[in-house]
């Protein structure tokens, strides 16, 4: 019986192992080189070889350079420079333009007027937003919440979208969606449909549902991204000190990956994440959010949550780029996020 049990064990194992190879294959069998005009597997290889794996290696090269690389004419090296510095959207842009950009920015309410307030009117299309604050502060009901709030029409708050939950910790409660939406008088099963869930088992496995991601987005009319949360997964798959490099470039990636997929799409990104505790600090607030640095300048609005009496919640803005610092007040009960 117990060996019975272990075997079985053993081939689940198997599998899983044989479908991270598979991945990781179909990730080095496509090359992004194939995507720029003109390069084929055979220069793709050539180049890959030669060290120019990247759009970013190619688009700082020269035509000369990259027609001995890769045995190609210089003007179609020239051409597949241009095309890769078009790729990655690299050069200057007017004020102008950029402007325009933000006129497109959307905002989704939190349900609490006074965070919203906080937020300079909601949580914003292209950009990141991370809650970050120790367990039961309400970083999974404010992403709840949102999920629900994004299909509200514009005038109550919302963006007329749909949204995706990639659900890390296995805390995304559908009963609770339909006591958010039943309290605002909305059809809940209507609700439920709208929200996409996934629930990540490992890193890679979020990493990989990150960048799937985006082959929905405009068809489904994504308009909110959460990732609840950014980074447990991160922190039990890379344990220990030696694994902190490899773990922070992993989830530098993520977050870059998840930020484009914001900007471009013009979709708002929410994550949350965990704080840990720092014994060493004598003074000021005992805690720190995990991913340091890398997390934090990635996320344009950072939220630290902290619960107080009861169902009262304290959310405080740290080093945004143009909303002044400050806290805002608002409750977590039965009807979802309140003022
Ligand atoms: P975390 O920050 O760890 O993600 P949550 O967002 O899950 O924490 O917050 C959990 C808290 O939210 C609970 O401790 C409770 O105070 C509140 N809460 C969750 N569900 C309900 C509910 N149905 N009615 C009232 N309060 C709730
Ligand atoms: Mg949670």
Excluded: C
Excluded at 293 to 305: E, T
Excluded at 327 to 333: L, W
């Amino acid at each position: 019986m117990v060996e019975e049990k272990d075997n079985s064990k053993n081939v689940k194992k198997k599998i899983e192992e044989k479908e991270v190879v598979k991945e990781k294959k179909v990730e080095e069998e496509k090359s992004v080189l194939l995507e720029l005009p003109g390069i084929g597997p055979k220069s793709a290889e050539a180049l890959e070889n030669a060290g120019y794996g990247e759009l970013i290696n190619i688009a700082a090269s020269s035509s000369g350079e990259l027609s001995s690389v890769a045995d190609i004419g210089e003007a179609t090296a020239q051409k597949i420079i241009n095309s890769a510095r078009d790729k990655l959207d690299m050069g200057f842009n007017t004020g102008e333009n950029l402007m325009n950009k933000r006129k497109l920015v959307g905002k989704i309410s939190t349900g609490s007027k006074d965070l919203d307030v906080l937020l300079g009117g909601g949580i914003e299309t292209q950009s990141t937003t991370e809650f970050f604050g120790a367990f039961g502060s309400g970083k999974s009901q404010l992403g709840m919440q949102l999920a629900v709030n994004v299909q509200l029409p514009e005038k109550d708050g919302g963006l007329n979208g749909r949204a995706i939950y990639i659900d890390t910790e296995g805390t995304f409660r559908p009963e609770r969606i339909i006591q958010m939406a039943e309290a605002k008088g909305l059809d809940s099963k209507k609700i439920l449909k709208n929200i996409f869930v996934a629930r990540a088992f490992n890193s890679d496995h979020q990493v990989v549902l990150a960048e799937k991601a985006k082959d929905i987005i405009k068809e489904k009319n994504i308009k909110l991204v959460i990732v609840d949360s950014l980074t447990g997964l991160f922190r039990t798959d890379y344990l220990g000190r030696g694994k902190l490099n490899p773990r922070q470039q992993k989830l530098n990636r993520h977050m870059a990956t998840l930020q484009k997929l914001g900007y471009t799409n013009n979709v708002a990104i929410l994550v949350t994440n965990q704080v840990m505790s720092r014994p060493d600090m004598m003074f000021g607030d005992p805690t720190t959010a995990i991913g340091g640095h890398i997390v934090a300048h990635a996320s344009k609005f950072r939220i630290y949550l902290r619960k107080s009496k009861q169902t009262k919640r304290i959310a405080r803005l740290i080093d945004s780029p143009y909303l002044p610092d400050g806290e805002a007040v608002f409750n977590v009960t039965e009807k979802g996020v309140e003022n």
